[in-house]
């Protein structure tokens, strides 16, 4: 009877384990998935929270299923910038 005790007790710590590995890694995994470009910084991410505090997982999730906005060339956005001052005089 301990020894099945035992054999219990080690598959379920290997378990959560796993769970661990799995939640750890499901935000990057969907980032890659997504193509998104920022992948590698959302991987790091959900592996930051999980190990120093799970509070933060949800928001890191969060990022990697959204959709970064078009990179603006910086000359595009100052003359955007200068027409918006104009209009307004």
């Given at each position: 009877?301990k020894?099945?005790?035992?054999i219990?007790?080690?598959?379920?710590?290997?378990?959560a384990?796993y769970?661990?590995?799995f939640?750890?890694?499901?935000p990057?995994?969907?980032?890659?998935?997504?193509?998104?470009?920022?992948a590698?910084?959302?991987?790091?991410?959900g592996w930051?929270?999980?190990?120093?505090g799970?509070?933060?997982w949800?928001?890191?999730l969060m990022?990697?299923?959204?959709?970064p906005l078009?990179?603006?060339?910086?000359?595009?956005l100052?003359?955007?910038?200068?027409?918006?001052?104009?209009d307004a005089k």
């Amino acid at each position: 009877m301990k020894w099945a005790a035992l054999i219990l007790l080690i598959i379920t710590i290997m378990l959560a384990m796993y769970f661990l590995y799995f939640i750890g890694g499901l935000p990057g995994r969907i980032a890659a998935n997504r193509s998104h470009p920022k992948a590698d910084a959302i991987r790091v991410g959900g592996w930051a929270t999980l190990i120093f505090g799970i509070v933060g997982w949800p928001w890191v999730l969060m990022w990697a299923y959204s959709q970064p906005l078009p990179e603006v060339p910086a000359g595009e956005l100052a003359k955007s910038a200068a027409d918006a001052e104009g209009d307004a005089k």
